[in-house]
């Protein structure tokens, strides 16, 4: 189970994020949209598993951040200035992507 972070914020348009154990990350905008885990993003799987809409390639080069909220105790949901606003950021997905972001 991953701990929550104990502390987040917006540096600029940067999602700062401060773990536990003294790690942080810096999440840009546009990684954050582009691993939105929605289903508008990702597509959603039907029984069979095939998998219809989503939208994982579009640029997001231009897409910053309007704000954050938190979502229970487990996890963020980002407005996005596209609009973009029905992911919900688990404190177990962001240490994921954000370890992507460290070239793992």
């Known amino acids: ?26 999440l840009e905008p546009s990684f954050l949209r582009q691993h939105s885990p929605s289903a508008e993003q990702t597509g959603e799987a039907d029984l069979f598993g095939v998998v219809s809409g989503g939208n994982p390639n579009g640029d997001y080069s231009e897409v910053g951040i309007n704000g954050f909220g938190y ?5 963020i949901r980002i407005q996005f200035s596209d609009g973009h606003s029905t992911g ?15 070239g793992d």
């Open 1 to 26: 189970m991953q701990l929550s972070p104990t502390k987040i914020e917006l540096v600029g348009n940067t999602l700062a994020l401060l773990w536990p154990d003294g790690s942080e990350h810096y």
């Open 71 to 75: 979502v229970g105790n487990y996890a």
């Open 88 to 102: 919900i950021f688990s404190w177990e997905y962001l240490a994921e992507i954000a370890g992507k972001t460290d």
